[in-house]
C-alpha cells in the first residue's frame, strides 16, 4: 500500500495515472513520499485535467487492497477488500453562480485511540468558497455504490460498558465513547456541500484508526485558574 502511482478516473470517461510527487528522489527519479512519525508515509499525487463541459463529475480512486486484520472489515481477510475513495465535484458558471471549490480535509486520515477511553476525531474541513457543510457517517465502499463486505460499526465490536459512535453533522466532530477491542478499525463519512440550501459537492474520508491498549494515563494539568 505505498503506491508510487495511482490512477484516477475524471467522471468523464477519462482515466490517468498520477505520480508520487512529494519527498525525496527514489528509485526510477520517481520522489519516495514523505516518512511520518508511527511507521506512517504520506504520498502526494497531483493531477491537471481539463474538463469537456460545465457538468457534475464523479472524481474516484481505487486501490485493490486495504491493509490486513481490520477488525470491522471483512475480518479477517480485510486485505483482499479494495479501498474506494470519491469526490462528486460540479461546475458552476461563474458569471452568474460563482466559483466553486471542494473542501480541503486537513486533518490527516489516520488517528489513534485507547481502549477504554473517549476517542474524537474532526477531519477539519475548510471550504475556499465558505460554502456550509454537513457530515454523514457511511459504509466504507470498494467500488462506486458497492459497499464492503461484513463492515460493523466500531462501536458493534466487543460487549459490555459504553459504547457508542456518534458524527456531529454540523461540526464534524466524530465522537467514540469508548473503544473496548484493540486493533484496526476503518470509518468512513461523506460530506456534504451547501451553497444557499442546495447540495453542490460531496467528499468521502475514508480513515484508519489504530486503538491500542495503553498504558499511561494522560497526566492532570491544572490551570491557573485552579492555582
Known sequence: ???????????????????????????????FGEELPNDIKKNLYVGIHVYPARATYTISMNDPNRIDDILNVNFPNSVSIPFYIQTVYTFLNPQFQGCNST????????????????????????????????????????????????????????????????????????RWETPLVAGEYNIAMIIVEYRNGVALDTIIRDMQVLVKDCENNPPVIQTADEL
Open 1 to 31: 500500500a505505498d503506491r508510487d502511482s495511482v490512477e484516477v478516473s475524471w467522471g468523464d470517461g477519462t482515466k490517468q495515472w498520477l505520480y508520487r510527487t512529494n519527498g525525496p528522489i527514489g528509485p526510477g527519479g520517481i520522489p
Open 103 to 174: 473542501p480541503v480535509l486537513l486533518q490527516p486520515p489516520i488517528d489513534f485511540g485507547c481502549v477504554g477511553r473517549t476517542f474524537v476525531h474532526n477531519p477539519n474541513a475548510s471550504d475556499p468558497d465558505k460554502d456550509s457543510l454537513s457530515y454523514h457517517l457511511i459504509v466504507p465502499l470498494q467500488k462506486q455504490g458497492v459497499e464492503v463486505p461484513k463492515y460493523q460499526f466500531p462501536n458493534q465490536i466487543g460487549s459490555g460498558g459504553s459504547n457508542t459512535l456518534t458524527l456531529n453533522p454540523v461540526t464534524g466532530e466524530l
